[in-house]
């Protein structure tokens, strides 16, 4: 395991750094101890089964929960005990698993808050923009209730919040998840482009096929522990995944 | 939390030595605080040094509970009296703590054990005390036709029954409307009940003779002898205690108690183990509010008048900050919490006022009547609440779970037995602990559940659209798709969580659709829960039981007589469970909450839990979340195991692949509610429909 | 029966007016209710302790024998008694129910009538201490009374000045709240973490902070509710705040907890169902009529009037 904190000014600097993660939900260790790395500019994605810790490293990072172990470096920064408040602040941007949208506010209102922290009035309005241009379907909606959209406008939403801060860091859980085949390209589509904006990306998904074919690394975990861990071309190649979560 | 929680947390009080050490320390302080008991009349110390008797036993833990129960006896029916039975202020105050004990009890059953907080438990006492009160001072005579005059002191002992019964009867009454509520709702319609009925008694002055009260209330009477001396009271209400503790204690060991608990920790998965709502949350209501109408009526005629300002909303908070302090669901707990707080209302507080007020005349200053501290009940109780509730929310005797002896030969815990073994021992405990499996004749061919054309809408989403299905008796049938696509929601609408919107589910031939969950356990349909709901704050083996709830027949009242049918069931029930912990490799963590178990062992318990409702339908979902490799492999082996050996059909839901391809006869493949695919394992696996939905299309 | 008909347009006149405070101190408890899904038992109490900081203002106030207008007095009173109790309520949270997140609902619950209990005796303690009374009347601050005569109404309806600035104030507070909410950051925060703590905190939000704001606005109202009350009703006393919470709470449920407009809505229609029903059936049970409107309602319409469905765990 590569050590050291600074952040090298090589091709791909280190983004994001967990060293031996340990996080428990109660009595029950649902991460035992992960160690990754995300480099700038990277899609960087974890698959596995329900229940392999997907989701719960992706918290952990976002402070949503707090590991009992083990060391979270943003930016070479200790982030593991600050509040996920915090966190967000420092250009770490969590959309989670099921969207979680504001369903009693407004489209707008969705995005305002993600641009929370954000007090420059004409930044805001640029990032409100970007976002326009990207989901166009939005914009008809700016005004309508939140809850009352589809889900793959809500996933829109919710990725959309996410981007008003200007995240260096953008974590995704199960993006696609519940949505129509259509869509799920769509999303995708959305994921590359963002990283052709500069957006680095921790990608959490059940689809493994589509997650590995846009991602630049990959990482497989099982019951908390990472199993494998490779370019995404070459997982996708790797008999083992492919009978595991690929289903050939 | 402070230090000072932390160390209030763990604090447990346990005599040192073993059990002749014991039994000779609390003689000896018996011996002791009686003399100075007997020596200073008028002291307070001595008297709470007296009572501290109760604690000691209770910390002689290496003594046997029936000699615990004896030594108790003893000391508040035999010693106090003999030495304190000439000081009427003792004995007074020793009756009313006994009163409080008796309905913190009551209301333990409530909140406590069924977890329902009831903030106007007060009523109920109120009840039994204008029952009394109204036939023994003539005032039903005023507005009953067919009463004549005032009852006889006679009347008072099958009064106590009345008041059990209406007290019941109100507490049921109340319970009807408020089913369908919990926590923090259901506290305040309580409180809104309780002062409903206290305005009333304020209120209804040709029943109650309003704000005034009832004077002349009659003392009981046996015989010809009348009493009503303060020892009196304290007789009767000591056997009452006593009979409560126990009804407590009986009731929360039983099927009714775990029943309880159950709901408490958990709704729907108690109801999925067959344990009926409406029935569990009313009994709780009747057996607490039941406690509380009997000591109403002692309260009654002690007190000799009634009127409402006995039964404001303080009083049922005074109840609730002693189940708090003393710790909720723990019987000796809330036994020292009411005896804790009666004391500091009357002895304390009153204590320190008189203390004040002979200062004052000393030193040439008076205590306004207002800065009286005897005045401040409330702040007693809102500081016990408050410093309880943020330090030490388990309460001074935290809630222990009993332990069971089993009579088993004790087995080597499972993660210590090489693996070799576990096959025979499986074999062996499925034996005992399985009926033979069903004799169906071709078991294949069977159509065990029919799901026809079924549909759930959200809202506008459509959850499940129009799904047919077919489970065979003696198979595994696995429903797979991707996260959404109905898989959950189709095992709720069959287990009677969620009601299809349309199409009919069929259970041996017979339509299930629409049915509760309890009933549909009933029918042989036991399930686990995709986030694992087990009972948190039970033991494994308690789960267990509650598993087997629907095949345990007795009663309240074999509950309360311990009658041999109820002794011989326990048993058994106990002995069926244990084999079931040890069936899936849960051997000697019987006595371990169920909170306390490592992630797999808690699926694991999940599934015996399920396996005890002797069911023959099976449902799993997701049992392999979570598991390393080495645990699914062992599951497999279980599930195997379950059908070839136990003969159940078991329906799946699961993710992970491997499992699903090696143990499924047939696959069905959900995507966005709709079946798109089924069949055997390799024809699904190579459906082109199934590859592009769940599998990537470029998979192929 | 027509003699109760005659006196029915002056029953309703005196709901309303009691119906605006209630309203202002159901808002109280919807605020809490909305992020921490906890009833603040102890809001009642909060109202309390606004009804004597503003009595006690006045008191002060007009003791030199030379009074102010009444407006400034009015004004000094709901400002002090707002300003106090918003505090007060921010530390409760701090105190009572912060060290408390992760705990079951029945702990929060247990340690808020904690707190009731333990502000109802204190404000008792430092009264009898301070003035060896803990009973006090309130200084009059408008004395005119106005009488309208109406056709057909054999008396003519009174109605005091005080009643409607305690109105007209009422509703200002009301505006300006819904604006608050409505419009500014804080406010839609606010909101946000009404609806989803967790994922409020993934967008910056510090959620603590904005819990405090809830209580600190919804206590501040909840004491300038108090303020004016004793302005209105020339008495207060320690153990005020139970009756007065509980229905004021049963006004947020009949409006939908969790709903600011609701909460308006719910506390004017209490106090004049309040009154019209005491003024039937006799003012003995005027309570009864009120605690069993919050049965009623909680048993056959949890969601209240404005309220959604709240969604039961599957």
């Known amino acids: 395991m590569r050590r ?70 943003f930016l070479g920064e200790p982030i593991q005990s600050l509040p996920p408040h915090r966190i967000a602040a420092l250009g770490v941007a969590h959309v989670p698993e099921g969207r979680h949208v504001f369903a009693r506010l407004t489209v707008q209102e969705n995005l305002e808050m993600g641009a929370y922290l954000v007090r420059d009035r004409a930044q805001i309005r640029r990032r409100l923009e970007y976002v326009y241009a990207m989901f166009p379907r939005l914009v008809e909606r700016r005004r309508q209730a939140a809850g009352t959209m589809s889900g793959g406008e809500q996933q829109m939403l919710a990725i959309g919040r996410a981007l008003m801060s200007g995240p260096r860091l953008l974590l995704l859980d199960e993006p696609s998840m519940g949505l129509a085949p259509v869509l799920v390209e769509q999303i995708f589509e959305t994921i590359l482009q963002l990283k052709r904006d500069g957006i680095t990306i921790l990608l959490v998904e059940q689809n493994a096929n589509q997650a590995l074919r846009v991602a630049d690394r990959g990482y497989v975990l099982q019951t908390g522990r990472i199993t494998l861990a490779d370019e995404a071309a070459r997982l996708l190649d790797n008999p083992e995944v492919q009978e595991m979560y690929l289903g050939a | 939390m402070s230090g000072l929680g932390r160390s209030l947390e763990r604090y447990r009080l346990r005599l040192p030595g073993g059990a002749a050490a014991q039994a000779a320390t609390v003689v000896v302080y018996l011996l002791l605080t009686a003399s100075l008991l007997r020596l200073f009349p008028q002291s307070i110390i001595a008297f709470l040094l007296f009572l501290a008797n109760l604690a000691l036993v209770f ?133 809104g009940f309780g002062e409903i009925i206290r305005l009333l008694a304020a209120g209804l002055n040709g029943i109650t003779n309003g704000s005034i009260g009832l004077p002349g209330v009659q003392a009981p009477q046996i015989l010809s002898v009348q009493l009503g001396q303060p020892i009196d009271y304290y007789f009767i209400t000591l056997v009452l205690v006593g009979v409560i503790i126990l009804v407590a204690q009986r009731l929360e060991s039983s099927r009714v108690g775990r029943a309880w608990m159950a709901m408490r920790e958990d709704e729907p998965a108690a109801r999925a183990m067959g344990i009926r709502l409406v029935a569990t949350k009313l009994l709780a209501f009747a057996c607490g509010a039941s406690f509380a109408g009997v000591m109403g009526v002692i309260f009654a005629a002690k007190q000799g008048y009634v009127d409402p300002t006995s039964f404001t909303f303080m009083e049922s908070i005074g109840v609730v900050s002693m189940i708090v302090l003393g710790g909720m669901g723990s019987l000796p707990g809330v036994a020292l919490g009411a005896a ?62 009993r332990h069971v002896q089993l009579a088993l030969a004790p087995a080597a815990p499972a993660a210590a037995r090489p693996r070799a073994t576990e096959r ?206 080495r645990e699914t492999a062992a599951l497999l082996e279980l599930i195997e195991d379950l059908r070839s050996g136990m003969g159940l059909t078991i329906l799946l839901i699961e993710h992970d692949m491997k499992v699903v391809m090696s143990i499924s006869d047939v696959i069905t493949v959900l995507d966005h509610g709709a079946k798109i695919s089924e069949g055997a394992p390799d024809q699904v696996r190579h459906d082109p429909r199934v590859i592009e939905a769940y599998l990537g299309r470029s998979a192929v | 029966m027509s003699s109760t008909l005659q006196t029915l347009p002056q029953l309703v006149l005196d709901g309303l007016v009691v119906g605006f405070v209630y309203a202002l101190i159901a808002v109280g408890y919807t605020m809490v209710y909305g992020v921490l899904k906890l009833i603040n038992f102890a809001h009642g109490d909060v109202f309390m302790v606004g009804a004597f900081v503003g009595t006690e203002v006045l008191r002060a106030l007009t003791a ?114 819904t604006l608050f909410v ?81 909460a308006f809505l719910g506390g004017i229609l209490l106090g004049v169902l309040e009154q019209v029903g005491g003024g039937f059936i006799g003012t003995k049970f005027q309570n009864v009529v009120a605690f069993a409107i919050l049965v009623l309602v909680l048993v056959l319409l949890p969601s209240g009037l404005l309220g959604e469905r709240v969604q039961e765990g599957a």
């Open chain 2, 340 to 401: 804790v707080v009666t004391l500091l209302n009357i002895q304390v507080l009153g204590g320190l006022s008189d203390w004040l007020n002979s200062l004052g005349a000393r030193f040439g200053f008076s205590i306004p009547p207002e800065l009286n501290p005897a005045q401040y009940h409330q702040l007693i109780f809102g500081l016990i609440l408050l410093v309880m509730a943020v330090l030490r929310p388990g309460g001074l005797v935290p809630a222990r779970r």
């Open chain 3, 64 to 177: 030199g024998g030379r009074p102010l207008s009444p407006w400034a007095l009015l004004l000094a009173a709901v400002v002090a008694a707002a300003a106090v109790t918003a505090l007060l309520g921010a530390g409760i949270e701090r105190v009572a129910y912060r060290p408390l997140r992760q705990a079951p609902t029945l702990i929060l619950l247990v340690s808020a009538i904690g707190v009731s209990f333990l502000l109802e005796d204190l404000v008792r303690l430092v009264e009898s201490i301070h003035l060896g009374k803990f009973v006090l009347p309130v200084p009059t601050v408008f004395a005119t009374v106005y009488r309208i005569h109406v056709a057909g109404l054999q008396n003519p309806l009174t109605i005091r000045l005080n009643s409607i600035v305690v109105v007209v104030a009422s509703i200002l507070m009301m505006v300006g709240l």
């Open chain 1, 4 to 73: 050291g904190s600074t952040i090298a000014t090589t091709a791909t600097p280190r983004m994001l750094e967990l060293d031996d993660v340990h996080t428990y939900y109660g009595p029950i260790e649902a991460l035992k101890g992960i160690s990754l790395e995300v480099g700038q500019g990277e899609i960087v994605t974890l698959i596995g089964s329900n229940g392999a810790g997907k989701t719960t490293t992706l918290r952990s990072i976002s402070g949503t929960v707090q590991p009992r172990r083990g060391r979270i470096l």
């Open chain 2, 59 to 191: 910390g002689a833990r290496a003594l046997r509970p029936a000699w615990q129960a004896g030594l108790a006896a003893v000391e508040m029916g035999l010693v106090f009296p003999l030495v304190a039975g000439a000081n009427p202020f003792f004995v007074g105050v020793a009756t009313t703590v006994a009163i409080y004990v008796a309905l913190a009890l009551g209301l333990n059953i409530v909140v406590g054990l069924a977890g329902l907080l009831d903030l106007g438990y007060v009523a109920f006492y109120a009840t039994g005390s204008y029952l009394w009160a109204i036939f023994s001072t003539g005032q039903a005579a005023r507005f009953l036709p067919f009463v004549h005059g005032a009852l006889g002191g006679g009347w008072f002992w099958p009064f106590l029954l009345f008041g059990l019964a209406v007290g019941a009867l109100m507490g049921a009454a109340l319970g009807v409307p408020v089913l369908r509520l919990h926590g923090d709702y259901l506290a305040i319609v309580t409180l």
């Open chain 2, 424 to 629: 025979p021992a499986r074999a062996e405990a499925r034996a005992k602990a399985a009926p033979a499996p069903a004799p169906a004749a071709d078991p294949a061919a069977d159509p065990l559940l029919l799901v026809q054309g079924v549909t759930k809408r959200f809202g506008g989403l459509v959850a499940i659209d129009a799904v047919e299905m077919t489970v065979r008796g003696g198979h595994v049938h696995s429903l797979i798709g991707p996260n959404g696509a109905g898989k959950t929601t189709l095992f709720n609408m069959i287990t009677g969580t969620y009601r299809p919107d349309g199409g009919r589910i069929l259970f041996e031939g017979r339509p299930i659709s629409g049915l509760q969950p309890e009933d549909v356990a009933l029918r042989g349909i036991s399930r686990t829960f995709q986030n694992i709901r087990l009972f948190r704050e039970m033991t494994a083996l308690e789960n267990v039981l509650v598993g087997r709830h629907i095949h345990l027949r007795s009663n309240l009242a074999d509950v309360l007589f311990r009658s041999p049918r109820m002794r011989r069931e326990e048993s058994e029930a106990v002995d069926r469970a244990a084999e079931l912990l040890r069936y899936v490799g849960l051997a000697g963590l019987e006595n371990e909450l169920a909170r306390n178990l490592p992630y797999g062992s808690q699926r694991r318990l999940e599934i015996a839990r399920a396996l005890a409702a002797e069911p023959r339908l099976l449902l799993l979902d997701e049992p392999a979340a979570g598991m390393n490799p």
């Open chain 3, 182 to 262: 409505g419009r500014t950051r804080p406010g839609k925060a606010m909101r946000a973490v009404a609806e989803d703590r967790t994922t409020a905190a993934l967008q910056g939000i510090d959620v603590n902070a904005i819990i405090a704001l809830t209580f600190l606005v919804g206590s501040g109202m909840g004491g300038a509710a108090g303020a004016l009350f004793a302005t209105q009703y020339t008495l207060v006393t320690p153990y005020m705040g139970f009756d007065i919470g509980i229905k004021a709470f049963t006004a947020a449920v009949v409006g939908g907890i969790g709903n600011i407009p609701g």
